[in-house]
């Protein structure tokens, strides 16, 4: 079992920065991929960016590209999402997520989710 707590959402005018983490606890030494999806109010939820936890390739959504950077520190069991320049677009609750597996983009792939956090961004 994984268990993923999120921190670091809250409110932001359009432009700014915002930094999430996700610490990890458990079995994470059976993680493959971690990732973050984000779900508007009346949108199904969405990829935002993920990354692999041995070689540390990252992917992102073509929305976040170049805005958004996830990191990892191994050491510290702690996912990142450095968010630059956000948008009110971007206004969502994000999720942390972990899969075991080496799917990247399908939310439905992810075995472990944190609680989620809310990014308010104001125009």
């Known amino acids: 079992q994984v268990t993923l707590v999120e921190s670091g959402g809250g409110l932001v005018q359009a432009g700014g920065s915002l930094r999430l983490s996700c610490t990890l606890s458990?079995?994470?030494?059976?993680?493959?991929?971690m990732g973050w999806f984000r779900q508007a109010p009346g949108k199904e939820r969405e990829f935002v960016a993920a990354i692999r936890s041995s070689g540390g390739s990252t992917y992102y959504a073509d929305s976040v590209k170049g805005r958004f950077t996830i990191s990892r520190d191994n050491a510290k069991n702690t996912v990142y999402l450095q968010m630059n320049s956000l948008k009110p677009e971007d206004t969502a609750v994000y999720y942390c997520?972990?899969?075991?597996?080496?799917?990247?983009?399908?939310?439905?792939?992810?075995?472990?989710w944190g609680q989620g956090t809310q990014v308010t961004v104001s125009s």
């Open positions: 997520a972990a899969d075991r597996g080496f799917v990247v983009r399908s939310g439905l792939a992810y075995d472990y």
């Open positions: 458990g079995r994470t030494f059976t993680l493959n991929t």
